[in-house]
Each structure stands twice: as C-alpha cells, then as structure tokens.
C-alpha cells in the first residue's frame, strides 16, 4: 500500500516545493516595495482615524454649541463686574478732574475684569476637549523591520497564488480524463480572479466599516495607538480569509466536474453551511455583528450561486434514474406477461 501512495508523496513534495519556491521568489520582490505595499496596507487604518477625528470633533463642536446657548444667563460676578464698571464711570464724570481719571482707569480695570470672568464661564461651560491623536506606533526595536517582512510575504503570497493554483492542479489532473484536463486554464485564471475579488472586496468594503466601528467606540475615552505588528497580522488575515473564501464557487464547479458533488448534495448540506459560514466569520473578522455580516452575507450569497453553477455542471440524475428503473422494469412485467399466452398457442 506505501508503495502505492510513494510516486503521490513524490508528486505532492515536487508540487509544495515549486509553490513554496515561487512564493519565495515573489516575497523577494516584493520586499523592494515593502514601502508602498505598507503604505497601501495602513491606508485603511489611517483613512478610519481621520473619520473618527472629524466625528469626535464635530460631536465636541455641537455639545459646545448647546452648552453655551444654555448658559446665556449672566453668573452673580459678572453682574457685579458689570455693576462696578458702570458706578465707576459714573463716578469718574461727576468727580472733581483730579480723580476723574483715577476713576476711569479704575472702570477700565473693571471691564478688564468683567471680560476675562466672562471667558472664564464661557470655557467652563464648554466640556473637556478630547484631544484625538490616534497613531499607529511599534513597540519592538525591530518592528519595523519585521513589519516589512510580513507585508513582503504577504505580497508574494498574492503575487504567487496563479501559479499555486496551477501546481495545485498539476497535482490533480493525473486522476482526470483528457477532456478534464483542458480546464487548467479556467482554474487557475477563475480560481485567481475570485482570490483577488475577495481581497479587493475586504479591502474596500470591510476594513473602513470594520476599523472606523471598532476605533470610534470608546475613542471618547481612549486615545488609540495602534500597534503596527498587531495590525498588519490582523489586516492580512482578513484579506486572506476573505480570499479564500471567495474561492467557493471555482471549488464547487470543479468539485462538480469530477462527479464529486451534486446540486443535490449542496441544498442537503444549506443548513449545516449556514452555520459554518457565521461560524468562520465569526473567526476570521474583527469581533463586532458588522464585519461578520459583510463577511458572512457575500459567502451565503456565493454557497447560493455554487448551487446553481453545480446544477449546471453535474445535476441530480436520481430521478431519471427511477424513471429508467421503471420503464424497466415495466418492460420486464409485460415480457412476463406475455410469455405464457405464446406458450399456450400450438
């Protein structure tokens, strides 16, 4: 039995180590760009950072606006400074000119006043200023440079998944006929395309809901600095999560090609997917319901079009199997039937 499986040991060696090659080679480029592959990768984080900032400061700005409108009533000081200020300018036209100007500089000294209490109720009217400075920061003496490396890597990992793809079906298509064959093309291209789908959906349509949600709340309290390392492992797991996830209707059709699976099989095993799939965006997304629904809606929706792309491709035959069975079987009976009155006859 070894001996058996040893030539597709061999094979699948030869395979990983060309995808493993092929990424390598593809990390190594990309490692020249790590500067804007970064770049591209915060943009999301710094784009919902400057979001929450505007939000927290027109929120400030409105409360601010109320607080004064409320506070339009004069507190007992600056009615005394106001009082003051009059009785000494009073005081400084009727006296003799000798004191005059004494008492003007005295009323002036009381305007002085009655402006700086006015401020000072107008600032503590106002609430304490939330000063938002959200930064992404690293921690480690080598964060940056580790930085590089992941986003490198996951670069080449994007870069290289066409030619993954083909290994990977170069490691299939032994067990295939000659007309099987022929769909390495729509494999790799179709199978890439939906990978890069997925990416591009995560990156344009998730993270900035999914980073403005989870930074905003509580931001009123917090100032966030974003560790740069934490982020990028969890911006890269989404993008992948998602990548792979969109891969679903290329697996089903070729799952279906092979005879593996029905349309039947699919719909059978809906209410078990169902769970799966919340279960897994519950896993790969930030941990809040909008995220996980961005994640969990599009793969639902993906599951309903692999029905019918399978339903295409290797439908359900089970019925007309049992219509065949019985038009045999209906055959047989009246065969059956007619033999004894040919054996009757001389």
Not at 156 to 173: E, N, S
Not at 192 to 201: A, H, K, N, Y
Not at 214 to 237: A, H, M, R
Not at 252 to 265: I, M, P
Request: no cysteine; glycine share 4%.
């Amino acid at each position: 039995m070894f001996d058996d499986l040893r030539p597709h040991l061999a094979e699948l060696r030869k395979r990983l180590g060309l995808s493993v090659l092929s990424v390598f080679v593809a990390f190594i480029i990309a490692f020249t760009f790590h500067n804007a592959i970064l770049t591209w990768i915060t943009a999301p984080l710094n784009n919902a950072l400057t979001q929450v900032g505007r939000i927290i400061e027109s929120q400030e700005k409105a409360t601010w606006t109320m607080k004064q409108e409320e506070n339009t009533s004069k507190t007992p000081a600056v009615k005394a400074a106001e009082k003051l200020q009059k009785n000494l300018y009073e005081a400084a036209k009727a006296a003799d000119p000798k004191l005059a100007p004494l008492l003007k500089n005295a009323a002036d000294a009381a305007r002085i006043l009655d402006d700086t209490i006015k401020k000072r109720d107008h600032n503590s009217a106002r609430p304490n200023q939330h000063n938002f400075e959200g930064k992404i920061t690293t921690h480690q003496v080598g964060g940056a440079f580790f930085v590089a490396l992941k986003v490198s890597f996951f670069a080449g990992l994007l870069g290289a998944m066409p030619f993954i793809l083909y290994q990977l079906w170069l490691f299939v298509a032994p067990g295939l006929y000659s007309n099987e064959k022929k769909m390495v093309i729509p494999f790799v291209v179709g199978g890439s395309l939906m990978f890069f789908i997925g990416v591009v959906f995560a990156y344009y349509v998730v993270t900035p809901f999914g980073f403005q949600f989870l930074i905003t709340f509580g931001s009123f309290l917090y100032t966030p600095f974003i560790n740069i390392e934490d982020y990028v492992g969890f911006f890269t797991k989404i993008m992948l999560g998602f990548g792979i996830a969109f891969e679903l209707p290329v697996f089903a059709y070729f799952l279906a090609l092979l005879g593996l699976v029905t349309d039947r099989t699919l719909i059978d095993f809906f209410k078990y997917a169902i769970v799966i799939i919340f279960v897994l965006a519950a896993i790969l997304t930030p941990p809040d319901i909008l995220t996980q629904l961005l994640m969990a809606a599009p793969l639902v929706l993906l599951y309903v079009l692999s029905i019918f792309i399978v339903r295409m491709v290797n439908p359900e035959k089970k019925d007309d199997e049992e219509e065949e069975n019985d038009a045999e079987a209906h055959e047989n009976e009246s065969t059956q039937n007619a033999l004894p009155d040919e054996l009757d006859k001389p």
